[in-house]
C-alpha cells in the first residue's frame, strides 16, 4: 500500500542535500570545534560556515546566531533567558515550548486572537505594564498557518522600549523571515528537511539575555555544551536550500494546498476553513468536517495510506481540544472535528488527489456511522 505523508508541520524527512552534508561530518570532521588543533579547527569552521548561512536568511549577523537542540529550547532561552523575573505578553496560540516558558516567567498575560486567529496589535499595546519585559507572539501558527503582523508587533516593542521575541519555527521555509522584525528569532531544523535535535536562536547584539544552561562558553555563552556540528552544518545546508529554491516551492505547494481546500470544499459538505481569511503559510489547511470526530477520520485516513493530524504533534494522545481552535471561538466539539493537512516537497498532485478521494470516502462512511450527524 502507498503512504502519503501529509503532515509536514510535524516533521519533514532529511532531505538527500542535507544527508549529503552532513554525513562527513559525523565520519571525518569529529574533532571538538573548542578544540585548538586541526580537528577541532577544522569543526570550527563547518560551525562557522553553517551560522553564517543561517545569519544570512534571517538577516542578522553571524555572532548573532546561537545553536540550540531545536526550537523548544530556543524559545525557552529567549523567554526565561529574557523575562524569567518580569511580566511577559503573548498569545492564546502560541506553541506549549512558548506558552508553558511565559507560565515560568514572574507574571505573564495571554492576548486573545480573532476568529481567524490573528493577533490585534493594539491588544498587545494594551497589555503592556511597567514590569513588562518581552513580548513573544509567534510568526506563524502551527495548527492554522496563519500569519501574525509581527513588524506592527517589533515597533509597539521598540517603542515601548521592550525585547521582542517571535517563534518563527513554521515560518522558515514557508514565507520570508527576516529577523530584523525581532530581537529575538527560533527556527528549528526538523521543520525545514534537517534532522531533529538541532536549532537556532536569532540574538540581536544588543539584547540582554541570561543563559539558561551552565557549563563552559559556548556559543557567546548564552548555551553551555559542546556544539552538534553535524547538526549546525546540516541546519545551514537546510537554509541554503530556502534560500535558492524556496520561493519556488512555496508557490508549488500553495496551489497544492488551494486545489485540496476548493476539491474538499466542492465534494464534501458542511466543511470549513479554520483561518480562513487570513494571510497564510503556503503549505498549511485546517479544515472543520461537522459532526466527525477528528480521530477516528485520522485513523480512518491512516489506514487508507495517508498521514495527516488532528492537532499539533506534541499534544497527540491529549483528549483535550487544541487550545488554538478553541482560542479562535470553536466549540469543544468543532475543535474535535477539524484536521489539519500540511503538504511538503513530496506531495504531488497525484498524490492529492488521491488525498481528496479518501477524505470524500472516510468523511462519508464516518458521517453514515454518526446518526446525530443527520
Not at 154 to 174: L, R, Y
Amino acid at each position: 500500500m502507498h503512504h502519503y505523508y501529509f503532515d509536514h508541520n510535524a516533521t519533514t524527512p532529511v532531505s538527500a542535500e542535507v544527508l549529503e552534508a552532513m554525513l562527513p561530518v559525523l565520519t571525518e570532521v569529529y574533532g571538538n570545534a573548542s578544540s585548538i588543533h586541526y580537528f577541532g579547527q577544522m569543526a570550527r569552521q563547518k560551525l562557522d560556515a553553517a551560522r553564517r548561512t543561517v545569519a544570512a536568511m534571517l538577516g542578522g549577523s553571524a555572532e548573532e546566531i546561537v545553536f540550540t537542540s531545536g526550537g523548544t529550547e530556543a524559545d525557552n532561552l529567549a523567554v526565561l533567558g529574557v523575562a524569567q523575573d518580569g511580566h511577559v505578553i503573548t498569545t492564546a496560540i502560541e506553541h506549549p515550548a512558548v506558552l508553558a516558558a511565559t507560565g515560568e516567567c514572574a507574571s505573564m498575560t495571554a492576548v486573545r486572537v480573532d476568529g481567524r486567529g490573528m493577533v490585534d496589535p493594539d491588544e498587545i499595546r494594551r497589555a503592556l505594564r511597567p514590569g513588562t519585559r518581552l513580548i513573544s507572539v509567534m510568526h506563524a501558527n502551527n495548527e492554522l498557518g496563519v500569519v501574525q503582523p509581527i513588524d506592527e508587533i517589533a515597533k509597539i516593542a521598540q517603542e515601548a522600549g521592550v525585547a521582542f521575541h517571535s517563534d518563527g519555527v513554521q515560518a522558515a521555509g514557508k514565507i520570508p523571515v527576516r529577523a530584523a522584525a525581532a530581537d529575538l528569532y527560533s527556527i528549528s531544523g526538523h521543520k525545514i528537511y534537517a534532522p531533529k535535535g538541532i536549532g537556532a536562536l536569532f540574538v540581536r547584539k544588543e539584547t540582554k539575555i541570561a543563559p539558561r544552561s551552565y557549563g563552559g562558553h559556548h556559543e557567546r555563552g548564552f548555551r553551555a555544551g559542546t556544539e552538534n556540528v553535524a547538526g549546525a552544518v546540516a541546519l545551514g545546508r537546510a537554509v541554503q536550500w530556502v534560500l535558492d529554491s524556496g520561493a519556488a516551492e512555496q508557490a508549488r505547494e500553495a496551489a497544492l494546498r488551494d486545489h485540496l481546500e476548493q476539491a474538499i470544499a466542492d465534494r464534501v459538505a458542511d466543511t470549513h476553513v479554520n483561518g480562513a481569511g487570513a494571510p497564510r503559510t503556503a503549505n498549511t489547511t485546517n479544515i472543520r468536517f461537522d459532526g466527525v470526530d477528528s480521530d477516528a477520520l485520522l485513523i480512518a485516513l491512516d489506514l487508507r495510506g495517508f498521514a495527516v493530524s488532528s492537532g499539533a504533534a506534541c499534544s497527540s494522545g491529549a483528549t483535550e481540544p487544541s487550545h488554538v481552535l478553541l482560542a479562535i471561538g470553536l466549540t469543544r466539539p468543532q475543535a474535535r472535528s477539524s484536521i489539519r493537512f500540511s503538504l511538503g516537497r513530496a506531495n504531488s498532485i497525484e498524490q492529492v488527489d488521491a488525498l481528496i478521494g479518501a477524505v470524500a470516502d472516510a468523511v462519508a462512511h464516518l458521517r453514515k456511522l454518526a446518526p446525530a450527524y443527520a
